[in-house]
């Protein structure tokens, strides 16, 4: 055959039309993760957010503050300002900005006018993660972040990492959504221990909004990152069920459960793995990769914490690396050469695809009445 | 003057209108070389020809394979997959391909649809170059392969190399065809012993898709990178005669004659070198230079060889240069401010140009009908 | 606030469609310096100037010769080519050019052709700099070379640079009319001495084809760079006076005067430094910038001049930088998300950004007619 006909590719085409791609509009109004709690200082810092050069920085009282990276007179960075008394002087001729974004200082005027400023962000911090909303103003509404109390509680154990994809986020939910690839791009470090782990029964749920996974894979092997830290040996007879869900366009979460099948059911010791993975656009193609993993075994083990985070990040290097090569593949193929045949596995991230697709058209079509 | 009039110029841009140039379509109804046989093993190997990104192997029984370099599913690259008993298993998700390009297992599914696939392209190989065929799959008939049976034979010794030529294919072929460049690309290497080779009589055939040029020039001294290798040592009684054909895009065959007139015709030792351009289209502005000369004396003088491919090479590295340096003019130049203006000894070269253009139009007048 | 209102940026984009950005075309009629007279020697230097790839040489006979750096034959570049008694031969087939730009010998034929040649461009040396018109041939006029007579006089004593610039020249002629920068771009060079330089008293001229600024400081502190060369001391009773005045799109002219207050008016010791700055395009993103400094003290002390020259060039490298720094937000920033909010202090700057959007769009009228 050495082709699909042209009937199937059609078809393929015609379905890939309404997905998601790397080339959709972004979804503005959502909240994203700008930057690590941790990364934010008195200090400035440049970074790009779905196609927007911003100024980061926290003010010494502690607030997170996201303005647009642009004097409103000479398009001066103002990431290559200084930051004096938690306002940004503009290193050029010294315009002077507040926390709201507003001019408040022309130095070669003696009355500042009131028509000059540049858009600040909303901002809120949750524990390990700063939030912005780069969305409608008169939309932003921190109810709508999504709720992660794991991440603020002293149950769970928290490893947090950054990694910079070369990818569009959007490969990365649908990475997530179709968890047979562990066996492959991660046929060393998380699927080693499960063989057959694509073949493993699993559920789909697809509603309102709601894309999600669930696969259990009984009887295998704990995987390597996982199995020294959960201290259950080289048994041949754990479990591990995951559920992998997307929640919004910045927010996909999974929770894993590691066991052992051989310890009745009712008093099984059960070793959760919350994982938030928050990809963030830097662009079209490239994302910003924060991720945030919390146990509930082991608390406060720092010994645990090194060696699961070493694991773990060298398994999500893997995604990093596979999703690139998928991205320079697309980049680089015209359209009309471009189709994707999705098999019954890609159920949920083709319904989720569609859903990113409604959201980003339907926004689209609102900032344009 | 200091300028051709504006008449000159648009008579020129007119006839460069006719001739083909690095931003004509690719002729892809015709066989071109994709790799030296040397370099196919079996395992994966990336390389883009005529714009296409293509996964090259060969087989364990010794078949050469190409495949389009992306997984249906996801758009994986396929290079970067694993070879595993001659078929290919995408490294993202499992996919399964054959060396027809046949998906012939999807790890999740039971039964592998019989839709899925991946385009393979015809593969001959011939001696020491494998072609490729990336036209018309009912187009493609080894037959129309150029014999090139001294590059099988045992009366030729062959010296065999690769460059990547950044720069159209377009311009190695003209350079191939008005050798009066070789006084002064090459006035260190192969144009050493011939001042005024540009003003040597020379005959031009110019036919049915012939377009050849023979040049001869007497007395003069043998060049420095063949007076060793063939023993003629410093006469200035030699004599070079050499005929550059253009014999497809793919292929420009050269032979040239070295001898001493100061021998009686009749019983003349005669030098043949008989080369080989293979100039495969990566994209419009790069080219892979795939070279083969082969020898009619010392045979089998692995000296030889090392010293002739050397002095060779060295010369054809000098091409790269110049041909490398005319693409950064011409893709540097707005089109309405280019011009080239021909003289009598491009004639041959023209005449290929607008060959090869009309070659290019034909078939994608034919692929869009 | 956090941001001008829809109707003030509105206005901003409105105003600023009448200036000209880095996206203007060039204003091509006007003398731009090609090269420092000590860069041409008698040998082949490619360079860039607005736009076009020119290949610029000084004969034998000292006579500077900028030619279009492209082969009229096959688009060989010139300045890869060899000079040979004052003329160029293709380094390709040999088509040799005089200083006139005429192709006087075509080698594989008897008679050159007199219908070959490239374009040659007015040149004029004046003292340590050589102009090169590249407008309209027949309003090639040496007499509109602006007269820097102190660059040859004795009376004043050079130094000499250039900077490549990662920015239009365009915001590099407004820097040099808005000095309220030098507090905050130079705070710690030219601005040390001078706090509240943005808010001294300045001058304005603006009239026909005139646009100037003059500013006077005292009493201030002598800036770093000038205090030791110009014997002042760390004086506070000093004076700092300068006048800018965008001269031709080619030329700034800068004249600043030092002085002690502390000294009986018509008796003062007054120290000046006159500074030519020379920008050349090289394309629209960047700029050949030249500088030609003068004082009128410490005549002929070299130590005073290498003193002096290290000073002056790390301030002006502030100016490359931060002029780069907003290159790279202007051309990142979407046409329609762009506007500049200009202030009192920019009158003069706006005013010559109008006046050069309008050389410009008239040339190119005339041009188009």
């Given at each position: 055959m050495t082709l699909p006909s042209a009937d199937t590719i059609r078809r393929a085409q015609t379905a890939g039309a309404q997905m998601a791609s790397f080339e959709t509009p972004f979804v503005f109004n959502c909240w994203y993760v700008a930057a690590l709690a941790s990364e934010l200082k008195n200090e400035l810092l440049e970074r790009m957010i779905l196609g927007r050069r911003l100024v980061l920085y926290r003010t010494s009282d502690g607030v997170p503050v996201a303005l647009?990276?642009?004097?409103?007179?000479?398009?001066?960075p103002l990431s290559k300002s200084k930051l004096v008394d938690d306002t940004i002087v503009c290193g050029y001729h010294g315009f002077r900005y507040d926390r709201t974004g507003d001019?408040?200082?022309?130095?070669?005027?003696?009355k500042c006018p009131a028509t000059i400023g540049v858009r600040a962000y909303p901002m809120v911090e949750r524990g390990p993660v700063v939030w912005i909303w780069m969305g409608a103003a008169e939309e932003a509404d921190p109810s709508t972040i999504p709720p992660l109390s794991w991440m603020e509680s002293s149950e769970w154990t928290l490893n947090i990492g950054y990694l910079d994809l070369p990818a569009s986020y959007i490969g990365l939910h649908e990475n997530l959504l179709d968890l047979t690839h562990i066996e492959f791009l991660h046929a060393d470090t998380l699927g080693a221990g499960a063989p057959g782990y694509s073949m493993a029964p699993y559920n789909t749920e697809i509603g309102e909004g709601v894309f999600a996974l669930s696969r259990t894979v009984e009887p295998a092997s704990i995987p390597g990152p996982f199995a020294g830290p959960m201290a259950f040996?080289?048994?041949?007879?754990g479990g591990r069920s995951i559920r992998s869900e997307f929640v919004t366009p910045a927010l996909h979460q999974l929770v894993a459960r590691y066991y052992d099948t051989a310890e009745p059911a009712e008093q099984r010791r059960i070793c959760f793995i919350s994982t938030a993975h928050l990809p963030t656009p830097r662009d079209h193609v490239s994302t910003h990769y924060f991720i945030v993993n919390g146990r509930n075994f082991a608390l406060g083990d720092a010994e645990v914490t090194e060696d699961l985070h070493r694991g773990m990040f060298e398994a999500f290097a893997e995604d990093v690396w596979g999703l690139g090569n998928v991205q320079s593949v697309l980049s680089a193929t015209p359209a009309e050469e471009l189709y994707e045949i999705s098999v019954k596995s890609d159920t949920a991230a083709v319904a989720m695809r569609r859903h990113i697709r409604n959201l980003a058209l339907a926004e689209a079509a609102e900032r344009a009445a």
């Open positions: 647009d990276d642009r004097c409103a007179h000479r398009s001066f001019c408040v200082e022309v130095p070669s005027l003696t040996g080289d048994i041949t007879t």
